[in-house]
């Protein structure tokens, strides 16, 4: 046991911590990960020693972003992305040089993880300015790969002793990286995303791997099996997680498209649907008399009377056909068929308000002008619709047809 090496471990971790980059927070969480691995091994054997090695590098991998200052969100998802890579090109690689190989897998994992990383680290250090943060981060990554590999040739070889002088690299990597947190870099654009090209040979690799493996069909390491099944696990999870996002941002979608005081669909998703339009009709309807209920009995009341139009105009539509509130006391409806079909909605649309609404006590009466245009091939539709409106507004006879 070689305690200077432990010291020194505990040092590097306690410099990191007192560096105080909330950027950093992830490099701390990858480093304590090591350390406890160290000191597990050395001190208390235990099975699990290895845990934290293995931790270290998916944390290492999302802590890139941070380490050489470039925006980044979805830590999770970055985390995922990284353990399914690089679990997946470990078990990948493993089953084809592995078989002669005298290391157990894990001492083939950490070089394989380094050279991901590096590459990813090189990426992030070729997109933004040379500075000091950077140059220290991506050397202090340079050490720790060649120090990996020098450990796994040691082993390799049946040479490697726990207070060797290859458990100096390491420290060294990191002292690097951490000096790398005193300095002050320039904020840079965001990292790219793992390509989901890479992402499905790790999963589909894995899956054959454990296919093979269950009929037999070549003799691979079995030590490639717990690499494997994790890379399917944590594609799993990444794809729930995905899905999840997905229907979030559809809810998202959905409620920026509803009219928040009738429920109805709004301006913009009644126009994105009259884009998307082939037959039928348009109509556009205006309230008479509804500025005098907001003055006599207030906003809350005119609220409730909008309410309860939508629900009467509802009731009146044919199925398939969409009503939407435009804003203000303006609604709309998009519905199949021609003139004659228009007209009849039209009419049965002003029967609804034909008799007053029971509000607090008080009976109060709106109507109803209304403006439609029947879909024959030519451009604005919603233009003509409106004018039309107006049109039957102005002249007080209820509803008007466009181009008449």
């Not at 992305?81 to 002669?100: K, P």
């Not at 090189?122 to 020098?150: E, K, M, Q, Y």
């Not at 996002?245 to 998703?269: F, H, M, V, W, Y």
Request: aromatic letters at 10%.
């Amino acid at each position: 046991m070689d305690l200077i090496y432990l010291a020194l471990c505990l040092a590097i971790l306690i410099a990191t911590a007192i560096a105080r980059n909330r950027n950093g927070l992830l490099y701390l969480l990858a480093l304590t990960s090591w350390v406890i691995s160290e000191i597990t091994t050395n001190i208390f054997l235990t099975p699990w020693s290895s845990a934290g090695y293995v931790l270290f590098y998916p944390l290492i991998f999302v802590a890139l972003p941070s380490l050489f200052e470039i925006e980044q969100a979805g830590q999770l998802i970055r985390l995922l992305d990284g353990s399914v890579l690089v679990l997946g090109t470990s078990a990948i690689l493993s089953a084809i040089f592995l078989r002669n190989f005298k290391s157990d897998f894990l001492h083939l994992l950490y070089p394989v993880c380094d050279i991901i990383i590096l590459i990813a680290a090189l990426v992030a250090f070729a997109r933004r300015p040379i500075n000091s943060r950077s140059f220290l981060a991506l050397s202090g990554l340079l050490v720790f790969t060649a120090t990996d590999f020098a450990y796994l040739i040691a082993v390799n070889n049946g040479n490697y002793q726990s207070n060797s002088v290859i458990n100096y690299g390491w420290l060294i990597g990191f002292t690097l990286i951490t000096i790398s947190q005193y300095r002050r870099g320039i904020k840079s654009e965001q990292f790219p995303p793992i390509s989901i090209f890479y992402l499905a040979i790790s999963v589909f690799g894995s899956a054959l791997i454990l296919t093979a493996i269950a009929l037999n069909m070549y003799q691979l390491p079995k030590m490639v099996i717990g690499p494997a099944l994790a890379t399917l696990f944590a594609s799993f999870i990444r794809m729930a997680l995905a899905l999840k996002q997905s229907e979030k941002n559809l809810a998202t979608e959905n409620l920026a498209k509803i009219d928040d005081l009738t429920g109805l669909p709004n301006r913009r998703r009644f126009i994105s649907e009259v884009e998307n339009y082939q037959n039928g009709s348009i109509l556009l309807m205006d309230l008479d008399g509804f500025k005098p209920v907001n003055d006599n009995f207030g906003h809350q009341t005119g609220d409730e009377i909008l309410r309860q139009v939508a629900s009467r105009f509802l009731k009146a539509i044919p199925e398939q056909s969409l009503l939407a509130r435009l804003g203000g006391d303006e609604f709309a409806v998009l519905t199949h068929g021609g003139y004659e079909e228009a007209m009849e909605l039209a009419m049965a649309l002003r029967a609804t308000l034909s008799y007053p609404f029971n509000i607090d006590g008080e009976a109060i009466r709106v109507d109803v002008s209304i403006g439609f245009v029947s879909n024959d091939g030519k451009s604005d539709l919603m233009s003509r619709a409106d004018t039309a409106m107006y049109k039957a507004k102005q002249a007080q006879v209820g509803v008007w047809a466009g181009g008449t």
